[in-house]
């Protein structure tokens, strides 16, 4: 008699993405978008996500700038910029802020892309895939 079982494994071919945020409902609509294509990791705090960057490779971040504790995005992107001289390491912010100047604010302080929230899942998809490529 044959005995079926579930054999699982870890698709080494996906891009590691690394999502930095507080929110939970956010957390889980970033990781429904992105699952699918890519393997996935939250981090709630700049603290913990800072961490994780340094024990383990990921390919892309996306960093929420509004975080709580000691370090918000600004000083996460700031950190992995200049002391983890991660300076090709594509980053995305993903913010509320949506002033005028926010963007370029944001670019200039090191991040590749910033997509104001709420985000559009196409959106994305599109700039992750294009800052992969």
Known sequence: MII???ITTVNSEKKKVLIIEDNVETQLIYKVYLRSFYDVEIADT???GLELLKQKKFDILLLDINLPGK???EDVLKIIRKE????NFP???LTAYA???DREKF???GANNYISKPVDKSVL???VKKLLA
């Open 4 to 6: 079926p079982f579930l």
């Open 125 to 127: 998809l599109e700039e």
């Open 46 to 48: 700049g603290e913990s």
């Open 84 to 87: 983890l001289k991660l300076s």
């Open 91 to 93: 980053i995305i912010v």
């Open 99 to 101: 002033l005028r100047g």
């Open 71 to 73: 370090l918000n995005g």
């Open 107 to 109: 670019i200039n302080m």
